[in-house]
Structure formats: C-alpha cells, structure tokens
C-alpha cells in the first residue's frame, strides 16, 4: 500500500498472505500516516487524503483514524478517475523500475520486497521533481477531465 504527499512516494508491504481491510487500512492510518506526513510536511500539517474507492478504505474505523490524525478526506472525488489519482502515475514510475531491475529468474517474496522497496527509492531519488509536480497538479488536471470531450473520457494524464 502506497501515499504519495509532497512529491515523495511512502510504502508499506502487509505481513505474508494477508489483503489490505479495514483493520489493515486503520493500522497503516495509525501507524505509517505520521511518520509519512511529517516527513513530508514538517510537524504542522493539513493534509488532504484522495483515495481508491475500495469499499475497505472507506469504512467507519479508517475515516476516525484519519480525522484523529489530522487528514481530510475528500469524499467528492469521481469514483472512477484514474486521470485525477496521481499515485497510478508515482506506480507507473515504480513499475517501470521493477520491470528494468527484473531478474531472470523466479524471485522468493522478499527477494521481490527488497527490489520493490529499492525501486521505491529510486524512483523517490531519481523522479522527484516529476513526483512533486504530479502531486501540485490537480487543478490544472481537473480543468482537463471537466473540458474532455466526450465528457468522462481519457485526457494526457
């Protein structure tokens, strides 16, 4: 599971086997969320939160741990807008990476972990100022998806 804030991409890889829930998504709230955001905004932040539309993130318990964290969650946000969600273009980026490091042979789960975790840092070190922009760009991408025609279709993003 990923945030992208401030132009830098934060991880976290769930325990062998498990999917990401409710209680998954309330623990990474509790205990990825702070660290990531004061890494990325200083101690002082208003955060702002888009996110999938997966049923699990929305429940009860992740949305209390977000307010007591201090993040708002955007809940006007197009159900189905992959043009709009700038982390699909940070995994973009980190799948590009993955596939130019792909060994040439089966690879065990932490041997992948490593170099996803690797290819995450690259990317945070070789891609950031593209990463940055794609985080400050939403308005301008709006204005895009709201003038495409046919309405709802694709735009450059």
């Known amino acids: 599971w990923g945030l992208l804030a401030a132009g830098i991409l934060f991880i976290t890889i769930l325990p062998a086997g498990e999917c990401m829930n409710r209680e998954w998504y309330t623990w990474v709230i509790e ?16 955060a702002f939160l888009v996110q999938d539309h997966e049923r699990c993130l929305w429940t009860e318990e992740p949305r209390a741990a ?10 006007n ?24 490091t792909a060994p040439t042979h089966m690879e065990s789960r932490d041997a992948f972990t490593a170099r996803l975790r690797n ?26 998806v709201q003038n495409a025609e046919p309405p709802g279709s694709r735009t450059k993003h």
């Open 66 to 75: 977000m307010q007591d964290e201090g993040i708002t969650l955007l809940t």
């Open 119 to 144: 290819a995450v840092l690259w990317v945070n070190g070789n891609r950031k100022s593209y990463l940055y922009k794609i985080c400050n760009s939403q308005k301008e991408w709006a204005k895009d």
């Open 31 to 46: 205990n990825r969320f702070p660290q990531w955001l004061r890494k990325a905004f200083g101690r002082n932040h208003n």
């Open 77 to 100: 946000y197009p159900k189905c807008s992959q043009d709009l969600n700038p982390i699909e273009q940070a995994w973009r980026e980190v799948r590009a990476r993955l596939f130019a």
